[in-house]
């Protein structure tokens, strides 16, 4: 399930070309990415960086030297949390972000799915999605697929993340209902309190890669941040600065990273996400198509070549947006791969039970032939070569 495992990244190398924030991601694949992406013109001195926060003028990057508080980009991308940049020199000869690489992934906010210039990223080279269900208040099965959607949407590999297993007596029903509805996507079940299942989630969290975690209030996120990174994350990731009254503005980095080389995105937009895309999700994005899906002259229309089609009408008028269109079909495919994947599971799991009917059948069938047989002996007289039973 877990894609990005066989991709893993391998260790840097003596021939890396340049040092970056290895604790921060930085692999020999994120050098790769570098190479392929030179920095702007007049940048040789230029080196790799990850964006760690934005904030209202500058942005906090990790480089191979620590943490830099860097101006904006003066044009091309705007930067996201996650992001991969090269830093350099601006205009003025000060050290700057000068350029933004191409994601592999983002978590946005796609809104009704406006223009791309509209969509707000909340975070982006994310590789799992861990959506995160807490045994004492578990999602709804519309929620739980819909935010699974929405990982799968961003690029990332989604995982369930079930915690505060050790409220027991609630936690096997909701462990296989969970199961069932994560429709082949691997589950993990967690305690932060007692320590469980934390290292059987970060095996599916690759050396260097980027895992977030989605889910409602209350369902644990911060609990489990902690115990993954083994301290306070909001003490220790802080940046304070005392300003001489006892006072102290504390700040908190959004990536995080922890043992073992992977790095985990704590920024409140993503956090948010799942509540966000999960609840109102595709009946308020999609709810003028809706409205459009009436207008089409046959009910059961497919919105391709039908006469009368509402759809092709609206495409044809550009009163709908082709983007808007084509992001609804990707999703409707998503879903129907997903319940594929449900069906693909529940046929495995079919398939185990009958070949362990099969299995035992024949082994009830294999002992009482033995046992006519041995009864045959028995009666024949064969008694002394009879098997100890
Ligand atoms: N029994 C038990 N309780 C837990 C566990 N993990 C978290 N909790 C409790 O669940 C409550 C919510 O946990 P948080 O970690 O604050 O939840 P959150 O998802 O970060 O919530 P927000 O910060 O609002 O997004 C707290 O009272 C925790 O003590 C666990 O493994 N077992
Ligand atoms: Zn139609």
């Known amino acids: 399930m877990n894609t990005f495992a066989s991709s893993s990244n391998p260790s840097i190398t003596s021939t890396?070309?340049?040092?970056?924030?290895?604790?921060?991601?930085?692999?020999?694949?994120?050098a790769e990415l570098f190479r392929a992406n030179p920095a702007p013109g007049a940048q040789d001195d230029a080196s790799p960086g990850r964006v760690v926060r934005l904030d209202r003028n500058r942005v906090l990057v990790a480089s191979s030297d620590g943490l830099l508080h860097l101006p904006y980009p003066?044009?091309?991308?705007?930067?996201?949390?996650?992001?991969?940049?090269?830093?350099g020199h601006n205009l003025a000869?000060?050290?700057?972000?000068?350029?933004?690489?191409?994601?592999?992934?983002?978590?946005?906010?796609?809104?009704?799915?406006?223009?791309?210039?509209?969509?707000?990223?909340?975070?982006?080279?994310?590789?799992?999605?861990?959506?995160?269900?807490?045994?004492?208040?578990?999602?709804?099965?519309?929620?739980?697929?819909?935010?699974?959607?929405?990982?799968?949407?961003s690029g990332a590999t989604p995982l369930v993340v079930i915690t505060k297993a050790d409220l027991a007596d609630l936690?096997?029903?909701?462990?296989?209902?969970?199961?069932?509805?994560?429709?082949g996507v691997d589950v993990v079940t967690t305690s932060a309190e007692q320590g469980d299942g934390l290292d059987e989630l970060m095996r599916h969290v690759p050396d260097g890669a980027t895992l977030v975690l989605l889910g409602p209030s209350g369902a644990g996120k911060s609990t489990l941040i902690n115990a993954l990174a083994g301290h306070d994350v909001q003490?220790?990731?802080?940046?304070?600065?005392?300003?001489?009254?006892?006072k102290h503005t504390t700040t908190s980095r959004e990536l995080v990273p922890l043992a073992g080389g992977a790095v985990l995105m704590d920024t409140p937009g993503v956090r948010g996400f799942g509540l966000f895309d999960a609840e109102e999700g595709m009946d308020e994005m999609f709810g003028d198509l809706d409205a459009l899906f009436a207008r089409c002259r046959f009910a059961d229309c497919a919105h391709q070549a039908e006469p009368g089609c509402a759809v092709q009408e609206a495409l044809a008028d550009e009163s709908l947006d082709p983007r808007r269109w084509s992001s609804y079909l990707k999703l409707q495919r998503e879903?129907?791969?997903?319940?594929r994947k449900h069906d693909a599971a529940a046929r495995r799991a079919y398939q185990r039970e009958w070949h362990q009917k099969v299995v035992s059948a024949e082994r009830g069938q294999r002992a009482a032939e033995r046992y006519r047989h041995d009864q045959a002996e028995e009666?024949?007289?064969?008694?002394?070569?009879?098997?100890?039973?």
């Open 335 to 339: 879903l129907a791969a997903l319940a």
């Open 74 to 87: 003066a044009h091309g991308l705007v930067p996201a949390t996650g992001d991969w940049v090269w830093l």
């Open 379 to 389: 009666r024949a007289g064969k008694g002394g070569k009879r098997r100890k039973r």
């Open 171 to 183: 936690a096997d029903d909701v462990v296989g209902e969970v199961i069932l509805q994560a429709a």
């Open 16 to 30: 890396t070309p340049f040092p970056g924030p290895r604790e921060y991601g930085y692999t020999e694949k994120t």
């Open 235 to 246: 003490q220790t990731g802080a940046v304070r600065a005392g300003d001489g009254k006892g």
């Open 93 to 153: 000869g000060e050290p700057a972000v000068v350029d933004v690489l191409p994601r592999h992934s983002a978590l946005s906010r796609k809104r009704a799915f406006e223009a791309s210039s509209e969509e707000q990223i909340l975070g982006s080279n994310i590789d799992i999605v861990a959506v995160v269900v807490p045994v004492d208040r578990p999602l709804t099965h519309n929620r739980l697929e819909r935010t699974l959607v929405a990982a799968w949407d």
